[in-house]
């Protein structure tokens, strides 16, 4: 069985870009309740951006920690946040899709798999443990069903 887990140090750095955010919110009200030192537009304006920012690396955070279980012939979807948990056999892949990105010099892998039920989840090998070993059990399992790249 090929365990699919976020991988740690993901979390633990987008864990540290929300408290040095959260730092600095603090830090602009604080200012703004003892000192002043900008205009009200200034701290409105921040606050407002700031805070979007926190709630939007909140939501990817939460909605990225899933734990998807390949084997004996099905995929097992958890997610604990949602106290979701799904099980698919391989027969109803309706299609999966590996796409790959060059950025950086570096390459980006995302799968996606969607099933007969109309849901789907998606993968990607830097922020998930054990993409190739998925990917390699779908081209197994379920390699008819997968989604042929076009070539622009």
């Given at each position: 069985?090929?365990?699919?887990?976020?991988?740690?140090?993901?979390?633990?750095?987008?864990?540290?870009?929300?408290?040095?955010?959260?730092a600095g919110?603090?830090?602009?009200?604080?200012?703004?309740?003892?000192?002043?030192?900008?205009?009200?537009?200034?701290?409105?304006?921040?606050?407002?951006?700031?805070?979007?920012?926190?709630?939007?690396?909140?939501?990817?955070?939460?909605?990225?920690?899933?734990?998807?279980?390949?084997?004996?012939?099905?995929?097992?979807?958890?997610?604990?946040?949602?106290?979701?948990s799904k099980?698919?056999?391989?027969?109803?892949?309706?299609?999966?899709?590996?796409?790959?990105?060059?950025?950086?010099?570096?390459?980006?892998?995302?799968?996606t798999i969607?099933?007969?039920?109309?849901?789907?989840?998606?993968?990607?090998?830097?922020?998930?443990?054990?993409?190739?070993?998925?990917?390699?059990?779908?081209?197994?399992?379920?390699?008819?069903?997968?989604?042929?790249?076009?070539?622009?």
């Amino acid at each position: 069985m090929t365990v699919i887990k976020p991988k740690v140090s993901t979390y633990v750095s987008l864990s540290l870009v929300l408290l040095i955010l959260i730092a600095g919110l603090v830090m602009i009200l604080r200012d703004f309740a003892y000192k002043g030192s900008f205009g009200l537009w200034f701290y409105l304006i921040a606050c407002t951006l700031i805070t979007l920012v926190i709630l939007m690396l909140l939501v990817k955070m939460m909605a990225g920690y899933r734990f998807i279980t390949a084997g004996r012939d099905q995929i097992i979807v958890k997610l604990p946040l949602r106290g979701y948990s799904k099980v698919y056999p391989v027969s109803e892949i309706l299609v999966w899709e590996e796409e790959t990105i060059l950025a950086n010099k570096r390459q980006f892998k995302q799968l996606t798999i969607a099933f007969t039920d109309k849901q789907s989840i998606s993968v990607s090998n830097h922020e998930h443990e054990a993409y190739g070993d998925l990917v390699a059990y779908l081209s197994k399992k379920a390699g008819k069903q997968k989604v042929k790249n076009k070539k622009a």
